[in-house]
């Protein structure tokens, strides 16, 4: 089977997704080392950066909020 090895250390199954195996920081990390316009830029600018900066656009009736859930660790979506 394939897999990444995501940076908290998960083994992420691409045939068996499980919503229980997607970690937010794992998303943020990987996004945060991602160059947007392919690095064709004089500077670094991610697209962590670039999503957040975006998100800041939206409206307040169309956000949604990340909340940590107990001591394990994972983030969950809550729409609003």
């Known amino acids: 089977m394939s897999f990444i090895k995501t940076?908290?250390?998960?083994?992420?199954y691409y045939d068996k997704i499980n919503k229980d195996d997607?970690?937010?920081n794992d998303i943020a990390v990987s996004l945060s080392n991602i160059c947007r316009?392919?690095?064709h830029l004089s500077h670094f600018y991610s697209?962590?950066?670039?999503?957040?900066?975006?998100?800041?656009?939206?409206?307040?009736?169309?956000a949604f909020e990340v909340r940590c859930t107990g001591n394990s660790g994972h983030y969950h979506l809550f729409f609003f």
């Open 37 to 39: 316009f392919a690095g």
């Open 7 to 12: 940076f908290s250390g998960k083994h992420f």
């Open 47 to 62: 697209v962590a950066q670039h999503a957040v900066l975006c998100s800041q656009l939206v409206p307040q009736e169309f």
């Open 22 to 24: 997607i970690v937010i």
